[in-house]
């Protein structure tokens, strides 16, 4: 699977951005985002199943952003909405074709990552 992110950039506090994840190759099972602020360890931020049947979130962006895969475009994009300053990160795209759902909120479960978008929220 290769996975190629875009979309980043500086917005205000409020405001919205749209990342996307080019992918292609083999069907993933699980697909997700991450982020890693300056000093701080990656931490997941949102993932959805090849299937689509769900979406799974962390507690902080609840609410706010929207994970979404459409399968003509081969993207997985992640729409940011209500960005706060503490959403200033780089954000990587990931994908898993053996993961479990026990294990999709942990980073070691991924092993094909983007090379990161970054994102900076201003207050």
């Known amino acids: 699977v290769q996975l190629q992110a875009s979309g980043g950039g500086l917005v205000q506090a409020g405001g919205s951005l749209r990342l996307s994840c080019a992918y292609s190759?083999?069907?993933?099972?699980?697909g997700g985002w991450f982020r890693q602020a300056p000093g701080k360890e990656r931490e997941f931020v949102a993932v959805?199943?090849?299937?689509?049947?769900?979406?799974y979130y962390a507690d902080s962006v609840k609410g706010r952003f929207t994970i979404s895969r459409d399968s003509a475009k081969n993207t997985l994009s992640l729409q940011m909405n209500s960005l706060i300053p503490e959403d200033t990160a780089v954000y990587y795209c990931?994908?898993?074709?053996?993961?479990?759902?026990?294990?999709?909120?942990?980073?070691?479960?991924?092993?094909?990552w983007g090379q990161g978008t970054l994102v900076t929220v201003s207050s």
């Open positions: 990931a994908a898993t074709t053996s993961g479990i759902l026990s294990s999709i909120r942990s980073a070691a479960t991924y092993g094909y």
């Open positions: 959805i199943p090849w299937s689509r049947s769900a979406t």
């Open positions: 190759g083999r069907a993933f099972r699980f």
